[in-house]
């Protein structure tokens, strides 16, 4: 993933002006994909169907936290190196 598609991130790889509320995924389109078998969540380890671009089990809502939690740390490092 390259910086301009970094969320939160803008072109040149410094944070937007401040860290989303929210990071919003989109896993519509392979290579995300739904499975029958639930396996653990990389991320929560509970029962999940999706698989991420790696074909790991992930819920789309904890690589939507696990995002969110980096841009807000990109933004803070940003803000301490530009204070
Ligand atoms: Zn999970």
Redo the contacts with the bound molecule.
């Keep these: 993933m390259s910086a301009d598609e970094q969320p939160g991130l803008v072109p040149d790889g410094r944070p937007a002006a401040g860290p989303p509320a929210w990071v919003h995924l989109d896993w519509s389109r392979p290579p995300y994909r739904w499975d029958q078998q639930a396996r653990p969540?990389?991320?929560?380890?509970?029962g999940?169907h999706m698989r991420d671009e790696h074909g790991r089990p992930?819920?789309k809502?904890?690589a939507e936290q696990a995002a969110t939690t980096r841009a807000a740390r990109a933004a803070d490092r940003y803000q301490q190196r530009t204070m």
């Design positions: 969540c990389r991320l929560c380890g509970k999940a992930c819920h809502v904890c």
